[in-house]
């Protein structure tokens, strides 16, 4: 079984920085994307990041210059770097691992971390 664990949340202030990890694991051969979501009370889960394995990235236009994605040393780890941080950046953060394929083989299957809090607040 595949399982994503983030880690990194918490309480900050406006101005401030952190940095969400990721790490995928479960006999995964390859991952197409490596994503950061986020969804804050009563809005839509939105795409905040994404790493593909060519090494290409997008982010959400409120994030451009103040997020970065990146893949750590570790296989199968990404974290976000986050800075600026906002009140409206609020919100739970999920990773979300695309397109993977398995040692085990079978089809390209998607997979969800449980979220991590993340609150920008004085």
């Known amino acids: 079984q595949v399982q994503l664990v983030e880690s990194g949340g918490g309480l900050v202030q406006p101005g401030g920085s952190l940095r969400l990890s990721c790490a995928a694991s479960?006999?995964?051969?390859?991952?197409?994307?490596m994503d950061w979501y986020r969804q804050a009370p009563g809005k839509q889960r939105e795409l905040v990041a994404r790493l593909v394995s060519t090494g290409g990235t997008n982010y959400a236009d409120s994030v451009k210059g103040r997020f970065t994605i990146s893949r750590d040393n570790a296989e199968n780890t990404w974290s976000l770097q986050m800075n600026s941080l906002k009140p409206e950046d609020t919100a739970v953060y999920l990773c979300?691992?695309?397109?993977?394929?398995?040692?085990?083989?079978?089809?390209?299957?998607?997979?969800w971390g449980q979220g991590t809090q993340v609150t920008v607040s004085s």
């Open positions: 479960g006999s995964i051969f390859s991952i197409y994307a």
């Open positions: 979300h691992a695309g397109r993977v394929r398995r040692y085990s083989g079978g089809t390209y299957m998607d997979y």
